[in-house]
């Protein structure tokens, strides 16, 4: 689904991702852990394009999106993004949030758009929201609304950056959870997180990014059980 | 809030008021200068205490005055003031200000008088006191080389009538230019341009946004002249005037002294600095 | 106290009432309106053109690759801000009638030209910077869905911007007409040139005086009206 060969990302003069290869098949739960300053984050923003890569190749369902000629807005449509910050439209209600796309891009009528706006706040369990605004939300509620909005493109892939880092411990449950039931239906997903007990029991693969490079990667049982790369045992011993 | 409004405007205007008749009061009271001579005292008692005389002037209006190179003012009026310095013993110190608001100024005591080539008028004096006049002097007509104006006043005010006239902003010409009867003036309706200085007159004539300036005539000669060949002054005297100085009312000693190197002046060495100063 | 109270009545009186000379000050008011509101239209005009072009620009760099034209144009916006916003518009007016409308009689035009160019630099600012306000993540947030820069910047980013933009845009309209108060030096004969000429005739202050109080009252009404709209801005943003 996604094939990634030789990813260079610089900033400046210091380089970032230092030649990444990946596959990411249709159905995986691809969770990837590292230090901050690993290149996790530049390279799931990369797979969107939110970063142009400096070179290498990111295939996307058969499309190779790092061609300019590329119809790059087309792409994302079908890959959610979640934020670290959630990101939600201040101007907007939670209901206009998630219309907005799905609406402006033509793909459904604003009835269509509606009803399928409902459906998702029942899905994400805020079905009272709908006209409440982004500022009126708790942070937990406000990731869920941000996860709704991507869902509402009916994207092939999910994107999800750090998505519980800015939350307060006692949000991090509810966000967590309804990640974990979206990977039960069966979505596509690649998630960059520290939560350590979720790559444990969602992921099919954890990748462990250090220094630019994919530096190890396995199922999870193995992963956390039986680490070889010195790195990684140093990680995990601090983190877990 | 209308009325909060309507009272906040009130107090301006009060505030306002206080300003005004505080500076209008000063004006009133008999022989007082800006630095407090006590009545009795004379200004030029006061004047030599100071060790200096303040002139002002508008340092635009050549050959009177005119900024020299080295940024001093020079001109006939300078030359003159100097002299008033010299019998009163003090230093001179010049002033150089917009024309407009030379009256004023002096009015408010910024200055011990005024010598500015300045028109003797009706509404000055109810203002001001002039010393005799130094020089006579008209309202004379510029145009552009090529214009074929010409005739006497009366001919002039009607080909002026609804034309653009470039003029220095509160001179005698300015209001000529108006149509302003005191000045015998019959134009109408002209587009007056007003600028601060007679050298601006002449630059927007020269470039055409004028079609003439009326100006006193020494400096239309002046102007000429510093415009090689470019415009011409018509040969028609607009009106007659006289230029003096001005001094705050009812200072007849200071007036005295002026009047004095005045009379020494006038005629044949007033004619010398005139044409020592179109040279320069 | 009431010989002084008479002084002012006449020459508040003589100012403004004798020979109709309230019909001045309209006049005069009515040419600075006329040079404000041509000199707000022309800056708001020039002011979104420059302020598309720095954003676009810095877009594109922060994206890595940045067309050349738009380089180009983004450096002449950046040359033009420099030299407007560090010279005196009194000697950008001169300029530009003395050397730009050199033989239009007019100084209007010259007027809200000038005045217009100044403010465009001004207003420029105003915008790049209410639009640089709003956090990045909304950009991503909207390109992330598959929207375009066009329609991010005109769904997601101008409706937030709008609530930094607008306040400090009103500040600098009521700047910009006290500024136009040195429009007498290119001959025309705004609100302040008509009162010198009354003061001219009358010789005391009054006529400054009404003219400050004519300002006063314009910018008055342009405060309230700015409240209003930061108040309406401010409803919005409690919802």
Redesign the interface.
């Known amino acids: 689904m996604i094939d990634v060969k030789d990813l260079h990302k610089y900033f400046g003069k210091n380089e970032v991702l230092k030649g990444v290869n990946e596959h990411i098949h249709k159905g995986e739960k691809v969770v990837i852990i590292g230090a901050s300053g690993s290149g996790k984050s530049t390279f799931l923003r990369c797979l969107n394009l939110l970063e142009q890569p400096t070179s290498g190749t990111i295939t996307f369902e058969g499309t190779d999106i790092t061609d300019p000629k590329q119809n790059i807005n087309k792409l994302r449509q079908k890959m959610g993004m979640v934020f670290q910050q959630f990101n939600l439209f201040p101007h907007l209600s939670v209901k206009e949030n998630i219309k907005l796309a799905p609406v402006k891009l033509g793909i459904m009528t604003e009835q269509e758009a509606e009803k399928k706006a409902l459906e998702l706040l029942e899905r994400v369990g805020l079905p009272d929201k709908a006209n409440a605004y982004p500022k009126q939300l708790s942070g937990g509620q406000q990731q869920r609304i941000a996860i709704a909005r991507a869902l509402a493109m009916n994207p092939d892939v999910m994107l999800f950056d750090e998505p519980t880092s800015a939350l307060d411990p006692e949000m991090v449950g509810e966000v967590l959870e309804l990640m974990k039931e979206l990977a039960e239906e069966g979505m596509t997903m690649v998630v960059v997180t520290h939560e350590m007990g979720f790559a444990r029991s969602v992921a099919t693969r954890v990748l462990f990014m250090d220094q630019g490079v994919i530096a190890e990667q396995n199922e999870p049982e193995q992963f956390f059980t039986n680490p070889q790369h010195p790195r990684l045992k140093e990680f995990l011993s601090k983190v877990l | 809030m209308k009325k909060k409004f309507a009272l906040a405007l009130a107090a301006i205007m009060m505030t306002g008021t206080l300003a005004a008749c505080g500076s209008t009061n000063t004006n009133d009271n008999a022989g007082s200068t800006a630095d407090n001579t006590t009545s009795g005292t004379s200004a030029v008692e006061a004047i030599k205490e100071k060790g200096e005389i303040v002139m002002l002037t508008n340092a635009a209006f050549p050959p009177f005055e005119y900024l020299a190179d080295d940024g001093s003012v020079q001109g006939v009026d300078a030359d003159i003031a100097q002299a008033v310095a010299d019998k009163l013993g003090v230093e001179l110190k010049i002033v150089d200000m917009d024309f407009d608001s030379i009256v004023n100024s002096l009015k408010a005591g910024k200055g011990d008088f005024a010598a500015a080539g300045m028109t003797i008028t009706e509404e000055r004096l109810k203002q001001v006191d002039f010393s005799d006049e130094y020089v006579t002097s008209s309202q004379m007509v510029v145009v552009r080389a090529d214009s074929d104006l010409e005739g006497d006043k009366d001919a002039l005010d009607t080909a002026l009538s609804g034309k653009n006239i470039a003029v220095q902003a509160g001179t005698t010409g300015d209001w000529y230019a108006g149509g302003d009867e005191t000045t015998g003036s019959t134009i109408e309706k002209a587009n007056v341009l007003q600028y601060k200085s007679a050298t601006e007159a002449a630059l927007h004539l020269a470039n055409g946004k004028a079609d003439a300036i009326i100006i006193d005539q020494k400096p239309a000669e002046a102007i000429v002249a510093a415009n090689d060949g470019k415009l011409k002054v018509l040969d028609t005297k607009l009106t007659d005037e006289q230029y003096a100085f001005a001094v705050q009312k009812n200072q007849e000693d200071l007036l005295a002294v002026i009047n004095e190197v005045v009379a020494e002046y006038k005629g044949d060495k007033v004619d010398e600095l005139i044409t020592k100063h179109m040279g320069a | 106290m009431n010989e002084?109270f008479a002084?002012?009545v006449s020459?508040?009186s003589g100012a403004f009432i004798e020979g109709d000379r309230w019909k001045l000050y309209f006049q005069g008011l009515g040419k600075t309106l006329q040079i404000a509101a041509g000199a707000v239209v022309l800056g708001i005009i020039i002011g979104i053109v420059i302020a598309i072009i720095k954003v676009s620009a810095n877009q594109h760099s922060n994206?890595?690759?940045c067309p050349v034209f738009l380089k180009i144009l983004e450096k002449i916006c950046d040359i033009y801000l420099t030299v407007i916003r560090g010279t005196p518009v009194m000697v950008q007016l001169l300029i530009i009638y003395?050397g730009i409308f050199?033989?239009?009689?007019d100084?209007t035009i010259a007027a809200i030209v000038g005045f217009g160019i100044n403010s465009g630099a001004y207003v420029a600012e105003i915008i790049r910077a209410g639009i640089q306000s709003i956090?990045k993540?909304?950009t991503?947030?909207?390109?992330?869905?598959?929207?375009?820069s066009g329609?991010t910047m005109r769904?997601?980013i101008l409706?937030?911007a709008i609530r930094n933009i607008l306040p400090a845009l009103f500040n600098e309209f009521i700047t910009l007409l006290k500024e136009t108060s040195v429009a007498?030096?290119v001959?025309v004969?705004d609100i302040l040139?008509m009162a010198?000429?009354i003061?001219?005739?009358v010789?005391?202050?009054?006529p400054l005086?009404i003219t400050?109080?004519f300002y006063?009252?314009l910018v008055?009404i342009m405060t309230q009206v700015q409240k209003q709209i930061e108040r309406r801005l401010a409803q919005?943003d409690r919802?």
Do not use: C, H
Not at chain 3, 102 to 105: D, Q, S
Not at chain 3, 140 to 148: C, F, K, N, V
Not at chain 3, 203 to 206: D, P, R, T
């Open positions: 002084w002084k002012v020459d508040f994206s890595g690759k003395a050199v033989t239009m009689t100084g956090d993540g909304q991503e947030a909207g390109r992330s869905l598959g929207l375009t329609q769904l997601i409706p937030q007498g030096y001959a004969q040139k010198t000429n003061q001219n005739k010789y005391n202050i009054a005086m400050a109080v006063l009252v008055i919005s919802r």
